[in-house]
Nanobody, 126 residues
Framework: QVELVESGGASVQAGGSLTLSCVGS????????VGWFRQAPGKEREGVAA????????YYADSVKGRFTIDRDNAKNTVYLQMNSLNPEDTAMYYC???????????????????WGQGTQVTVSS
């Protein structure tokens, strides 16, 4: 069983930065895809970024390219999401999730992911 715990969500002003962390249980990130997703009220959950924990391949939604960076520290079983230049449209509950092998076809499709954390709230005010 994979357990994931997100942290780092907060309320910030537009233009600010936050770093989210997702700590996984032992072996949670062994050769898996780890993704960050977000869901705003009344909207569908959408993929933000993903990373292969066995390498440095990353994936980003167009809406966050150049502003968000996903990274990992396998020794700490932690995946990070560095978010810069935040704007009110980034306001959402952010979730991390794990897609174990065999991997799904789309790294940013939430339906491909099997294990989920409880989420951490990010609120950006103008």
């Amino acid at each position: 069983q994979v357990e994931l715990v997100e942290s780092g969500g907060a309320s910030v002003q537009a233009g600010g930065s936050l770093t989210l962390s997702c700590v996984g249980s032992e072996y949670a990130y062994t050769n898996n895809i780890v993704g960050w997703f977000r869901q705003a009220p009344g909207k569908e959950r959408e993929g933000v970024a993903a990373i292969h924990t066995g390498g440095d391949i990353t994936y980003y939604a167009d809406s966050v390219k150049g502003r968000f960076t996903i990274d990992r520290d396998n020794a700490k079983n932690t995946v990070y999401l560095q978010m810069n230049s935040l704007n009110p449209e980034d306001t959402a509950m952010y979730y991390c999730a794990v897609d174990p092998p065999p991997y799904g076809g789309s790294r940013l499709d939430p339906n491909e992911y099997k294990y989920w954390g409880q989420g951490t709230q990010v609120t950006v005010s103008s």
